[in-house]
């Protein structure tokens, strides 16, 4: 049973800066790419940033130049780094692998950017 684990959500000012990290159980970070999703309140869930096993990267246009996905091999996490943050970045931000068929996502974590 694969279980994502978000951390690193919290509060802070426009401008500022969050890290974010996702840890798995097993190897799911090594057979396959990763992803940031997140939903604002009342709105759907969006993508944020996408790593390939091979480490390219795929970023939203929202995010593009502010946020960065990376893999973290010696705490073995999958990370998003988070600068010049606005408000309209306030969400659950959650993380999300999809293998043989299945979806899993972790519990996400909050972040709130206030103005």
């Known amino acids: 049973q694969v279980q994502l684990v978000e951390s690193g959500g919290g509060l802070v000012q426009a401008g500022g800066s969050l890290r974010l990290s996702c840890a798995a159980s097993?190897?799911?970070?090594?057979?396959?790419?990763m992803a940031w999703y997140r939903q604002a309140p009342g709105k759907q869930r969006d993508f944020v940033a996408r790593?390939?096993?091979?480490?390219?990267?795929n970023y939203a246009d929202s995010v593009r130049e502010r946020f960065t996905i990376s893999r973290d091999p010696a705490k073995n996490t999958i990370d998003l780094q988070m600068n010049s943050l606005k408000p309209d970045d306030t969400a659950v931000y959650y993380c999300?692998?999809?293998?043989?068929?299945?979806?899993?996502w972790g519990q996400g974590t909050q972040v709130t950017v206030s103005s």
């Open positions: 097993g190897n799911i970070f090594g057979t396959g790419p």
């Open positions: 790593i390939s096993t091979g480490g390219s990267t």
């Open positions: 999300f692998a999809f293998r043989l068929g299945s979806y899993y």
